[in-house]
């Protein structure tokens, strides 16, 4: 393939030299043991409950003890009120998820995920019902705010474990989504020394290489590093699709006590595709047939000679922390990210009708309807700023025990994008013919968008009456957002638009913890979530706000390693922006979401581990400038998701070493339009694995969508259905020392 960008070629070269410096490295390690004449006993020091390295360290098999998400402090996850999953590395890797993010987050109650079947450039989830592919995605606590096509990707072999914080996280993190949030935790440089890499492809000929390591800098170990690298390329499922990504993620740290630490680290990542014909199908073809069947899972409607799209990103930041004799820790995350992104593709827009040319109709009209395509393409620069800083305590008062927290935050977001389209010719959905020269797109958008956010927040965790958990939170937000608009093809206008908002969010929870590990909680949250635009009179839009209450369950047994967690929700989305019959928007909308969601990650036992989740969301439209729509579910969610996983490790014998994992997963019935006249049907998948590890070598097969099921997975509407994941066989050789 042509790497049309210089990011990726800098990655292939770091990467080979970094792996082949690792390698000689750890030889010349493994050789100065070998020659030591005196062995020493490893040392263990462990931390307590809720200790900083068990909300960002590694996970114990599948059950984590702590998160830092749900509270900005290192937290056990009982004590949070509101719902946290956590996915730990283990996991990850027993499951095969090698790249996306979005297939991390498979077996997770209260998210979905690929809402339009596969996307190798975007991680898209869905949480309690709304999206929070915009707002609702951070790395190490930070925003990774994404606008138009200006969003970040991570690959998940740089992390050590994702997290989800279901409901209102804006007392914590300031304007977001309702729904929830991702946080995805990268790995950190670790005290032990450790090396490992991996090489793999799948039944596509996509292939990876992978490179992870970790050891002391220095003789007394107070500087620690780590690097981390990734390679990928080769074909995807679509006809003509085929992608090259990598990163490379450098990191040192520095702890000269145990009161003070400093990690520094970069990220440099870069992407080169053409894009798989997924995703821009419409109903009838898909869900729906049609007089010439169905639309191929595989076709490909683009022009593969013009397609391509790329990215080039880099992700530079620090950690700090010191924790004073006063007892005070004060800690500060900051973060600078920059992306370019560029895209061209051709896509499918609905079924031409010889009638009325210019209204794609979502059914094919004669029995040798032509498929409608839409040429686009954009250019978009993102600059991204974030810095936190917090300050913690833990003290009494009288009978009162306080964990208190107290923060300042900003973030600053820039982004510069053009975006042009056109008609495009039509095309066979039955068989494809492509080459055919295309018109020229026009620039229909030229927009610069800056926004900045500044949160001032706090945070107390009081404990009382022997089991007793009150948790407060209160937060202000000040948003300041310009938006100019230039010139385009349509219009030599140009104007521009400042405004600001100030907003006040609050979480209130109440937990009890009985001796025998059971921790009910109640907890109430607002938030807000700013809006970029203008509504029908011109006015700057109001930011979304709204409310949760939520109540619950959380089992920590004692007689067991697991963590089972129940819980019931109430969300209200009120000022939502909807479009006009004129093409303007008028706040008047209002969302709903109502729901259950069950979820265990259980160690049976040192050979069987278990995950189980089940999620009941009833979302509704309660508001709508079409009052026909009111009382009707959103399209795209489903109303009900579960998810099966159990792993079996043989400890002992002959087989030591292997393992085999199986896994159900169930998709509920969805609506492909708010009108509510058509459906997605349901789906129920099975995945499947099997590992060999030994003296630090291992083999693992992956499978997903075991049988091949053909699905789909959502639509957005009668022309924008994505085909769910087809069956996948990734092989994994991998070392480890």
């Known amino acids: 393939m042509q790497i049309k960008g210089t990011g990726l070629y800098r990655i292939l070269m770091a990467s080979a030299a970094v792996a082949a410096i690792t390698v000689a490295q750890s030889a010349y390690a493994q050789d100065a043991a070998t020659s030591s004449a005196t062995t020493l006993e490893r040392l263990t020091v462990e931390g307590g409950k809720g200790g900083e390295k068990d909300a960002t360290g590694p996970v114990d098999g599948y059950v984590p003890k702590a998160t830092g998400t749900g509270s900005k402090t290192a937290t056990p996850v009982s004590e949070i009120p509101q719902s946290v999953s956590v996915i730990g590395r283990k996991e990850l890797d027993d499951r095969g998820v090698v790249t996306k993010i979005d297939e991390a987050l498979r077996y997770t109650a209260g998210v979905s995920t690929e809402p339009f079947g596969s996307d190798p450039d975007t991680d898209w989830f869905y949480i309690r019902g709304f999206d929070a592919t915009q707002t609702g995605v951070f790395l190490d606590g930070l925003n990774l705010y994404s606008y138009g096509f200006g969003g970040f990707q991570t690959d998940a072999y740089m992390l050590e474990r994702v997290e989800v914080l279901k409901g209102p996280a804006s007392v914590l993190y300031g304007g977001s989504n309702p729904g929830g949030i991702v946080d995805l935790v990268r790995k950190r440089p670790q005290a032990e020394p450790a090396y490992s890499t991996e090489i793999g492809i799948n039944n596509f000929g996509n292939a990876f290489f992978g490179f992870d390591a970790n050891d002391k800098a220095n003789a007394d170990g107070t500087i620690t590093y780590r690097i981390t690298g990734k390679v990928a390329g080769g074909d995807n499922y679509s006809d003509y699709s085929?992608?090259?990504?990598?990163?490379?993620?450098?990191?040192?740290?520095?702890?000269?006590?145990?009161?003070?630490?400093?990690?520094?680290?970069?990220?440099?990542?870069?992407?080169?595709?053409?894009?798989?014909?997924?995703?821009?199908?419409?109903?009838?073809?898909?869900?729906?047939?049609?007089?010439?069947?169905?639309?191929?899972?595989?076709?490909?409607?683009?022009?593969?000679?013009?397609?391509?799209?790329?990215?080039?990103?880099?992700?530079?930041?620090?950690?700090?922390?010191?924790?004073?004799?006063?007892?005070?820790?004060?800690?500060?995350?900051?973060?600078?990210?920059?992306?370019?992104?560029?895209?061209?593709?051709?896509?499918?827009?609905?079924?031409?009708?010889?009638?009325?040319?210019?209204?794609?109709?979502?059914?094919?009209?004669?029995?040798?309807?032509?498929?409608?395509?839409?040429?686009?393409?954009?250019?978009?620069?993102?600059?991204?700023?974030?810095?936190?800083?917090?300050?913690?305590?833990?003290?009494?008062?009288?009978?009162?025990?306080?964990?208190?927290?107290?923060?300042?935050?900003?973030?600053?977001?820039?982004?510069?994008?053009?975006?042009?389209?056109?008609?495009?010719?039509?095309?066979?959905?039955?068989?494809?013919?492509?080459?055919?020269?295309?018109?020229?797109?026009?620039?229909?958008?030229?927009?610069?968008?800056?926004?900045?956010?500044?949160?001032?927040?706090?945070?107390?965790?009081?404990?009382?009456?022997?089991?007793?958990?009150?948790?407060?939170?209160?937060?202000?937000?000040?948003?300041?957002?310009?938006?100019?608009?230039?010139?385009?093809?349509?219009?030599?206008?140009?104007?521009?638009?400042?405004?600001?908002?100030?907003?006040?969010?609050?979480?209130?929870?109440?937990?009890?913890?009985?001796?025998?590990?059971?921790?009910?909680?109640?907890?109430?949250?607002?938030?807000?979530?700013?809006?970029?635009?203008?509504?029908?009179?011109?006015?700057?839009?109001?930011?979304?706000?709204?409310?949760?209450?939520?109540?619950?369950?959380?089992?920590?047994?004692?007689?067991?390693?697991?963590?089972?967690?129940?819980?019931?929700?109430?969300?209200?989305?009120?000022?939502?922006?909807?479009?006009?019959?004129?093409?303007?928007?008028?706040?008047?909308?209002?969302?709903?979401?109502?729901?259950?969601?069950?979820?265990?990650?259980?160690?049976?036992?040192?050979?069987?581990?278990?995950?189980?989740?089940?999620?009941?969301?009833?979302?509704?439209?309660?508001?709508?400038?079409?009052?026909?729509?009111?009382?009707?579910?959103?399209?795209?969610?489903?109303?009900?998701?579960?998810a099966l996983w159990l792993d079996y490790t043989l400890a002992n014998g002959p087989l030591e070493g292997l393992s085999v994992g199986a896994g159900l997963r169930y998709q509920g019935e969805s609506y492909a339009d708010n009108a509510n006249t058509l459906k997605v049907p349901d789906a129920l998948l099975a995945d499947a694995a099997i590992r060999y590890e030994k003296n630090g070598w291992g083999a693992a097969l992956n499978v997903t969508n075991l049988f091949d099921k053909d699905y789909v997975k959502g639509c957005q509407g009668l022309f924008t259905c994505g085909y769910g994941d087809q069956r996948t066989v990734t092989l994994k050789l991998s070392k480890s020392w």
């Open 242 to 642: 085929e992608d090259l990504r990598g990163f490379i993620m450098p990191q040192i740290t520095y702890a000269p006590d145990d009161a003070t630490s400093l990690t520094v680290y970069g990220i440099v990542s870069a992407l080169d595709q053409t894009h798989v014909g997924n995703g821009f199908l419409p109903y009838y073809g898909t869900v729906g047939s049609t007089t010439f069947g169905k639309i191929d899972r595989d076709a490909f409607f683009g022009e593969p000679d013009s397609d391509f799209g790329r990215y080039d990103q880099q992700l530079f930041g620090y950690e700090v922390a010191h924790e004073f004799d006063s007892g005070w820790k004060v800690s500060q995350n900051l973060r600078f990210g920059h992306v370019d992104r560029e895209e061209n593709l051709t896509y499918p827009n609905g079924y031409f009708d010889p009638a009325n040319p210019f209204v794609p109709s979502p059914v094919p009209v004669t029995p040798d309807s032509q498929l409608s395509r839409i040429g686009f393409e954009h250019e978009t620069s993102v600059d991204s700023f974030a810095v936190d800083t917090r300050a913690e305590r833990e003290f009494d008062t009288g009978p009162l025990s306080h964990t208190f927290l107290a923060g300042i935050d900003y973030k600053h977001f820039n982004i510069d994008h053009v975006q042009a389209a056109a008609t495009a010719t039509t095309i066979n959905p039955a068989d494809p013919v492509l080459g055919t020269q295309q018109p020229p797109n026009r620039i229909y958008l030229n927009q610069e968008i800056t926004q900045q956010q500044v949160g001032i927040y706090a945070q107390d965790q009081i404990r009382f009456g022997d089991g007793w958990l009150a948790t407060f939170n209160g937060r202000y937000d000040y948003v300041d957002s310009k938006v100019a608009n230039r010139a385009t093809f349509w219009s030599a206008t140009t104007s521009s638009l400042d405004y600001d908002n100030g907003s006040v969010s609050g979480r209130a929870g109440l937990a009890y913890e009985f001796d025998n590990g059971l921790t009910p909680y109640v907890s109430a949250a607002t938030f807000f979530n700013p809006l970029v635009g203008t509504d029908f009179t011109g006015a700057p839009l109001d930011p979304e706000e709204g409310h949760q209450f939520e109540g619950g369950v959380k089992y920590e047994p004692a007689f067991i390693d697991g963590l089972f967690t129940a819980s019931v929700f109430h969300i209200v989305k009120q000022n939502v922006a909807l479009t006009r019959p004129d093409f303007l928007q008028e706040q008047i909308g209002e969302v709903t979401s109502s729901g259950v969601e069950l979820e265990a990650k259980v160690n049976l036992n040192e050979s069987w581990k278990l995950i189980g989740s089940y999620s009941y969301t009833d979302i509704e439209i309660t508001k709508d400038i079409n009052s026909a729509l009111v009382g009707n579910r959103p399209y795209l969610v489903p109303e009900q998701q579960a």
